[in-house]
């Protein structure tokens, strides 16, 4: 009798233990599950950092009448030629107020080639170092230009974190693509992260033509929006 | 004594929870219920594979008439005059309809978890009709989306840079085409090329992120059309 107390407390450990660990999850392949709020704004792609390309196009899906209207956007990058750089572009904010963290890793990837379509490139956006793919962010008329993987840094708000890797270039994939010049078409793929995009752009269906010029070093300038909880 | 005793029986409870929660992970993970979690990518075994891919001989020749090679100045002179032709009077849009001499005889009859993309119009080079093209997106590898781009489109010649050992006729559909396999047959991340000849030129299959069997159904549902 005089035992039974710890016999129920060391049951008790087993049994919490037990079920903790059916419902923790354990840090694996560079998942963490921090439960941090990570915040992804994505900035115009083209030019140098600090520079105002020139809308061409309001979104849209086609920048053709009728003008549909859907999500992209297209940029200038004032050269007439085309091989020239394609930017992943992002603000990136973590609820981590522990200094500046690895939020992301991305992977530029060639999506499709101008041989049978429009040359179409994208970034895997992937949680922490290898975890989930959360944001797909695209680029038309562009070939990948360097396919390696890189580290998306990014703090806690009200301070910045930025990231600005040349990933692709510019190509004239107009034979079978409908397209004029060197530009980039800037969409994205749906993936698990939540979206949201920036309604300051005009639509396609207003604004077709030149819809005037956006610094794409501003925040507020941002495209789209990728938001998730970190392990989640 | 006391104090010693206490520490001992904390000591034991503490082992105790951390077997419990050791069992717990072996059972969860024998059970597959670890690291399962959608979407999930290695980014390190996508760029090996890439780099292994990028270390092969690659390939440049001919196949059922179609040339393939790594960038324009490995086609022959004929092809690259040609190519460079089409493009020298500029591509406009024109409906599709006036394009018809491209399309396909029948549909193309893909499962219902392809979606169609919008339909873009025809394109026209330097006054000639060069080519017809339809898109369509699917949940691929791993549940993130997969993409088939097809085109009938005029020229002989491709600017493909891929391994040799990629490279194959196969048939598909009762119709002989040219291979592209994906780099492994998962198909993580990769794109796989079919190409069917054609009269006017090549019927071409792209597809990403889709295993090497869904890139097979693809291209025989396409070579179905096609006859």
Redesign the interface.
Known sequence: MRHTPIRFIAAGALVIGFLGGLVLPLPGRGNATTGDAITIYMQPPTLGWGSSPYLTCGRHSTCLPPYNTSSALDWDDNNTGYGNPVYYRSYNFTSNTGGIIQVARGLPLQIQTAQDGCAIMAVWVAEGTNGPLRAIPKYDHVNVYNAAAFPIWGRAYPQTQYTSRRVGSTVNDSALCSTTGSHVHEDYYSSSASYTQNTAYPTASGCHDNCGTRLNSNVNNYTRRFQWTEGY | MKIKRIVL?LG???V??????????LI?GAAGT??E????????T??RR?ATETAQPRFVGELLGIFIGPTEDTWPKDLQDEASQ??AG??V?VPRSEAKSLDFPRPVALPKEYSPE?L??A?V?SGQV??L?W?Y?VSGV?G??G?V???R?IGKA???DVASDRVSVEHFGGREAIFIRPITPDGL?Q?A?VLFPEPFGVT???T?NLSEADTTAVAQAVAEASK
């Not at chain 2, 105790?16 to 992970?25: D, I, N, P, Q, S």
């Not at chain 2, 979690?37 to 390190?44: N, S």
């Open positions: 029986t034991l409870l503490a105790l929870g951390a077997g419990g929660f050791a069992a717990a992970k969860g670890e690291a979690r959608p979407g999930q990518v290695d980014f390190d996508i760029e890439q089409r493009l500029g591509c849009d919008e873009v119009p394109r080079c060069a080519g093209t898109g997106t791993e993130i989306p993409h781009q097809i085109s489109s491709r600017t493909y991340a794109i090329y071409g299959v792209q990403f």
